[in-house]
């Protein structure tokens, strides 16, 4: 099970870490994912880690603003936003891909992320 927290509300060009803990169950060995969902529109991949977290994926509109982690000795992971916009403001969901299959079946609750202007 998958659990996201840290969202809330902030100005543009503020920072907010989000976290993704992992309960019953190890995080490692498997690769985890970012996704959001703006009001009115699909959930949409943000960026994804390899299960050693010696890879990162980051779509254009996130690069070198966002950063994704992950901490398996704790069942964790993190993304860290930076430089935070208006259009960033979704609900946040955190994924992993257990069966490493490209995947991603096992979904946390999401966290909501508010971005004023």
């Known amino acids: 099970q998958l659990q996201a927290s840290g969202g809330g509300l902030v100005q543009a060009g503020g920072s907010l870490r989000l976290s993704c803990e992992a309960s019953g169950r190890t995080s490692s060995s498997y690769p985890m994912a970012w996704f959001r969902q703006a009001p009115g529109k699909e959930r949409e991949f943000v960026t994804y880690?390899?299960?050693?977290?010696?890879?990162?994926y980051y779509v254009d509109s996130v690069k070198g603003r966002f950063a994704i982690s992950r901490d398996d000795a704790k069942n964790m992971m993190y993304l860290q936003m930076n430089s935070l916009k208006p259009e960033d403001t979704a609900v946040y969901y955190c994924?992993?891909?257990?069966?490493?299959?490209?995947?991603?079946?096992?979904w946390g609750q999401g966290t909501q992320v508010t971005v004023s202007s």
């Open positions: 880690i390899t299960w050693n977290g010696a890879h990162t």
């Open positions: 994924a992993a891909d257990s069966t490493r299959d490209g995947n991603y079946d096992s």
